[in-house]
């Protein structure tokens, strides 16, 4: 795949910044044009897809939501964290929090959004009853009150100096106190949804009362669920869709080639990862684990499969790209020799496992299995990859199964040790528990101090890469396309589609 330039990924994402920076806004910025119709192919959607946020799984249900829906803050493309409902937030000790919300925001049902709609959203994902895949980061709220007509007041039950990125999470979408009618949801964000079959399509059309003067700018939107990847490059190619996601990796240099098409990447936002399930057998076993680890040919995974648009992982959640990152752990390789001594020590000669695997994970995600299960042999595991449809693969077989495959998104490091792999959180897809990792997680989220807080958060990174549940071979960089017709899409640190608010961000040129 030698048509990418050849860049260092620091240096890429340096110049990926400085064009997220300097070019849409500062190119663009004087010449954006209202109207016209948006079209998105897409995949990530499926038939069991609901608009609750509590439920959202997969990009489709997050594009929609924060089209219709706003955040109480929002994650620029460059990383930033910056106000959004919420105009100011301040706290002294990062337990007790004061937010305060913007005035004169309307729903679209002519609501004015204060400070009663952003408990009620907030307790959506708390408590004992709630359903919500983010309850593990809003449990940390021990106490939440409207204060002021236009301020929230929240108690944690610990120090958290990074809390605030907890509402740029995808399912912290905004919506009137009382709603529940979420097959119609309605927010304050720049679109009303016209229609939503799952699995099948969405309508939207601008919302013309948006209290953002710089955001919304297409009038209407058609979104098509096209979760196979040739027909999504088709309706690309033919002008039926203006902007596509997850572009096969093959096809990337020939969009770089089109002067109709252009390619949209988006460095390092997502680690792909195989599940040891931590309740089931034989994945219960650390050595086991370990021999799966040492079993995965990742160079093979990046070079063969990925083209080099990635770095490779080293099985904890943490890109090489974070602040965080631990450099001073061991680079894990394929070892066969390795792996067959961990085998060994868990009384086996060889290792036979089903590798459930879907492109409901990742596009790549068949490609991947069947390199991991072409290698692993040497190293004395006999991998049978079986290929679930994407349509209904996070309900029928993840966390279902022993050994799956999964994606998972950039997010602040604390909420992604949380989420993945804290004692109870309803996504922790492994149903892994270490009690000295919990304990260092509290510690550090308390830690004000971020050498120390950083050195904490390299403890737990040590912790997964040598006990922990995830087989992370590479982190990938997303791959969105799109119609050179289309300005003002920015790729983003956070996920494609520029961090799923391409609908807002974007306008048409003729």
């Avoid at 710089?214 to 690309?236: G, H, K, P």
């Avoid at 099985?315 to 090489?320: L, T, Y």
Wanted: hydrophobic share 40%.
């Amino acid at each position: 795949m030698s048509d990418f330039p050849t860049l260092d990924r620091r240096g890429f994402l340096a110049a990926t910044a400085a064009t997220a920076l300097m070019m849409p806004f500062g190119a663009y910025a004087a010449t954006p044009r209202k109207g016209g119709e948006l079209r998105i192919a897409m995949a990530g959607g499926s038939s069991d897809n609901s608009l609750d946020p509590r439920a959202f799984t997969q990009q489709v249900q997050r594009v929609i939501g924060v089209a219709v829906c706003n955040q109480l803050v929002e994650i620029l493309p460059d990383g930033q964290l910056v106000p959004e409902l919420a105009e100011s937030w301040e706290s002294s000790d990062a337990v007790n929090w004061v937010l305060r919300i913007r005035k004169d925001v309307p729903f679209h049902n002519g609501k004015i959004l204060d400070a009663e709609d952003v408990v009620y959203s907030i307790n959506l994902h708390r408590g004992e009853g709630s359903t919500s895949g983010a309850k593990s980061l809003f449990d940390a709220i021990v106490e939440v009150s409207a204060s002021d007509t236009h301020e929230v007041t929240l108690k944690l039950g610990g120090a958290n100096a990074e809390f605030m990125h907890t509402f740029a999470d995808y399912h912290a979408m905004v919506v009137p106190a009382g709603f529940e009618d979420w097959s119609n949801l309605i927010g304050t964000g720049g679109y009303v949804l016209e229609d939503f079959v799952p699995g099948v399509r969405a309508t939207l059309n601008r919302n013309p009362d948006y209290w953002k003067s710089d955001r919304a700018y297409v009038e209407r939107v058609v979104l098509t669920v096209t979760n196979d990847a040739t027909a999504r490059l088709s309706a690309l190619q033919s002008g039926s869709a203006d902007i596509i996601n997850q572009l096969d990796r093959k096809v990337a240099p020939f969009i770089m080639r089109s002067d109709a098409l252009e390619l949209v990447r988006s460095p390092g936002a997502v680690h792909w990862t195989f599940i040891c399930a931590f309740n089931a057998e034989p994945t219960n076993d650390n050595h086991v684990r370990q021999a799966l680890k040492y079993g995965c040919d990742r160079q093979a995974m990046l070079d063969v499969v990925m083209g080099g648009l990635g770095s490779l992982g080293n099985d904890h959640p943490i890109s090489p790209d974070s602040q965080y990152y631990n450099g001073a752990l061991e680079q894990r390789h394929f070892d066969p020799d390795r792996a067959k001594y961990h085998l060994k020590e868990a009384g086996l000669d060889e290792l036979s496992l089903e590798l459930y695997t879907s492109e409901a994970a990742l596009p790549e995600a068949v490609s991947l299995s069947e390199v991991y299960q072409s290698k692993a042999g040497g190293a004395g595991i006999n991998l049978q990859v079986v290929r679930r449809p994407a349509d209904g693969y996070w309900t029928d077989t993840w966390m279902k199964r022993p050994f799956t495959v999964s994606s998972w998104l950039n997010r602040p490091v604390d909420q992604t040790f949380s989420l993945i792999y804290g004692t109870g959180s309803s996504w922790n897809e492994s149903y892994w528990s270490n009690a000295r990792f919990d304990a260092l997680l509290a510690e550090g989220k308390g830690t004000l101090d971020f050498e120390k807080r950083k050195e904490i958060y390299g403890e737990l990174q040590a912790i997964l890469h040598d006990e922990g549940p995830s087989v992370i071979p590479v982190f990938a960089d997303f791959l969105d396309a799109r119609s050179t017709r289309i300005k003002g899409f920015e790729p983003s640190s956070v996920s494609d589609l520029s961090g799923d608010r391409v609908i807002e961000r974007v306008w048409i040129e003729d």
